[in-house]
């Protein structure tokens, strides 16, 4: 009875990685507890139900790597710095939805923000692609992506 109270413990360490610690120390008491319930499993088989030592084996061998896949997960992410609300907008490309002269409006990623010319580019057609270069409080300061004709022209030459 020990031994499968052993590796009921071994998987709830599992899952406390999972929604508590994701440092990864509580999937390595997880992966020990999981070896000691088998180990104690084949060394003390229950009586009535023994189970194939191959069976327990291959058991933990697929729960750890499981931990392994989830560990390449948070180990490839916990690295990388969130590019979310005003940090993430510069690169961004979008749409005028509206003249930019200086002023107008665009949409990026799916929200609608108020826009400003960056300095030294032309107006912006509705419709045009924009690349947001900056933020300025809750204003996009945004530039055309495509070349205008004349240096399109130029670069042809």
């Known amino acids: 009875m020990l031994d499968y109270v052993v590796i009921a413990f071994g998987y709830l360490l599992f899952v406390a990685e999972l929604l508590i610690a994701r440092s990864g120390v509580l999937a390595t008491a997880?992966?020990?507890?999981?070896?000691?319930?088998?180990?104690?499993?084949i060394v003390n088989p229950p009586a009535p139900t023994p189970i194939a030592p191959i069976l327990l084996v291959a058991i933990v061998i697929l729960t750890i790597a499981l931990a392994l896949f989830?560990?390449?997960g948070l180990i490839t992410t916990s690295g990388r710095l969130a590019r979310t609300g005003l940090e993430g907008m510069p690169g961004r490309s979008g749409e005028a939805?509206?003249?930019?002269?200086?002023?107008?409006?665009?949409?990026?990623?799916?929200?609608?923000?108020?826009?400003?010319?960056?300095?030294?580019?032309?107006?912006?057609?509705?419709?045009?692609?924009?690349?947001?270069?900056?933020?300025?409080?809750?204003?996009?300061?945004?530039?055309?992506?495509?070349l205008p004709k004349g240096d399109r022209?130029?670069?042809d030459a």
Request: net charge negative; proline share 4%; no cysteine.
């Open 97 to 146: 939805l509206a003249e930019i002269d200086p002023f107008g409006q665009v949409r990026v990623a799916g929200e609608i923000w108020r826009a400003e010319l960056a300095p030294g580019f032309e107006r912006i057609q509705k419709g045009e692609k924009v690349l947001v270069i900056g933020v300025n409080g809750l204003t996009v300061l945004v530039a055309p992506t495509a």
């Open 153 to 155: 022209e130029d670069i």
């Open 30 to 41: 997880a992966v020990g507890t999981l070896l000691v319930g088998v180990l104690l499993l």
């Open 70 to 72: 989830l560990a390449r």
